[in-house]
Each structure stands twice: as structure tokens, then as C-alpha cells.
């Protein structure tokens, strides 16, 4: 059974950080780009942060480069998301993503809201 269950959400000040994690089960993790999405409330989701399954290449949105780090783990089937001087505007459901081919897998989401 393949489960993503992502956890480190929360409430955070401006300014703030916070880490998600993403933990794999279920599938081949070390053959998969994983990747980071979020939906913020009447608003598509949007590509965050990916990281490729060979050589940890990464990209991210314009709007969170400098601030947003994406790293994963294959020994442990986790993926990272260091998020850094949070801003209000980053405030979303943030979902992580197993991607390979035509295979898609989606975690259950966890909130993350920047608000003082």
C-alpha cells in the first residue's frame, strides 16, 4: 500500500521557518522525483520544489527560491522541505508528490499558515 504522509506543518510568524517531511511507503522512494505542491485557498496548486530521483538535481518556483530547500533521504524515504523567512503569501496546504512516468502518488496535505 503506498502512503506519503506529510507532517511539520503549522502556524508560524512572518519571518519564521519551518521543515516539512514527507515519508514514503509502499513503492520504490530512490526511483521517484519527489515534489513539493501547495494550494492556497481559492487559488491552483502550484509547483513548489522537485527533486530528481538521480543526482538530487533541484528546482523550485521563483517565488521561493533563496528561501525554500528541498532534500530527501532514500535510506530513510523521506523528503525535505526547509522553508526559510516565511511570508504570508506562502500560506497553503502543502502536499508532497511521487512522480515517475505515469505514476503519480499524493500525501494527504498539511497547513501551513505565516500570519502574526
Known amino acids: 500500500q503506498v502512503q506519503l504522509v506529510e507532517s511539520g506543518g503549522g502556524l508560524v510568524q512572518p519571518g519564521g521557518s519551518l521543515r516539512l517531511s514527507c515519508a514514503a511507503s509502499g513503492f520504490t522512494f530512490s526511483s521517484y522525483s519527489m515534489i513539493w505542491y501547495r494550494q492556497a485557498p481559492g487559488k491552483e496548486r502550484e509547483l513548489v520544489a522537485r527533486i530528481i530521483n538521480v543526482g538530487g538535481l533541484t528546482n523550485y518556483a521563483d517565488s521561493v527560491k533563496g528561501r525554500f530547500t528541498i532534500s530527501r533521504d532514500n535510506a530513510r524515504k523521506t523528503v525535505y522541505l526547509q522553508m526559510n523567512s516565511l511570508k504570508p503569501e506562502d500560506t497553503a496546504v502543502y502536499y508532497c508528490?511521487?512522480?515517475?512516468?505515469?505514476?503519480?502518488?499524493w500525501g494527504q496535505g498539511t497547513q501551513v499558515t505565516v500570519s502574526s
Open positions: 508528490n511521487a512522480h515517475r512516468g505515469q505514476s503519480d502518488y
